[in-house]
């Protein structure tokens, strides 16, 4: 239900914890900025929400999501340009995804104004924050949980909607070595891989900490049906040029669609460069390997843009991929990426949205 829109209670911290925190030696998700926003649905409604100190939150132990996983999340980022401002790129489509989570986790609707009107808020109040560097960004959180003390099986009546933020650098990526995944799943027709809900994560990390033992810095994801089509790569999208065309499994229900991999699709298509969205089987793609048609593969998602696969371990071994050179077709459309983040680049498609 989306009541009208409540003003922000804004309550600016009194000393900023930025003095006291080493920005140079950030660990991904490990360091906070110095307020949260925060809105509560109760009885039904929405409430006014409210920027104030980060802090810990105190919970019953019969805190519903504590037991049964309702809750969601959103990742995504904000850049500063060269002239100084901090932007978001393209928050619309994750407001969009998280209601569409919200709908199927049976929660409430954010309004969308009162969202984008925090997140530009709680950006502009800690845009201090944003690191220097070339890949440095803020790392925005939102998330909703459900917070009814109750252990009944039933959505909750109450919610907790809230975003916080980590400065981040831009981590240097090894090129991943990643594991077919012929046993595990991580989504399945009609469940909830197209979503960001809290259970996907945690199902899928005993049998990425088996990849890892092995020596993978994670899984390439197939279908549960069959374990013949290739789904995602770890919680990214997954990309292969083959013979030339950008090719990405289709969104049929089991795929998240990540904003990275839409923009990504986009910025080729803009470049006339042939791109496919459709199913791609691990047969194909080991076929095309052995063939020399395989020209890179690689992860897409908000935390590392472009992940470079090194190298695809299956049933018979494991098949070694080129490195993508600063020139390849992957780093350019990267570098693209980037540019218009950093305001360098013309921002055609509207995707940057000014906080500060
Ligand atoms: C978040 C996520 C992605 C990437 O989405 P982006 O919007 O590009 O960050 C891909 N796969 C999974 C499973 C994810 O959770």
Redesign the pocket.
Known sequence: MITTEPRIDIQPIGTSRIATTDLENLKFGRVFTDHIFTMDFVDGAWQRPVIRAYEDVAMSPATLVLHYAQTIFE?MKAYKNERGEVSLFRPQA?IARMNRSAARMAMPAIPEDVFLDGLKELVKMDAAWVPDGKDAALYIRPFMYADDEYIGVKPSDGYRFAIFICPVRGYYQEPLRVKLELEYSRAFPGGTGAI?CGG?YAGGLYPSMLAQKQGFHQLLWTDAMEHKYIE?SG???VFFIIDGVLTTPSLDGTI?P????DSILQLARDKGMPTAERKVSVEEVLAAAKAGKLNAAFG????ATIAPIQAIGHAGGVIDLPEPGADSEVMKIGAMLDDIRRGRAEDKHGWMVRAS
């Open positions: 990742g994750n960001k996907n995602e919680t990214m999208n998240l990540g904003i990275t991999r897409a998602g908000t935390a």
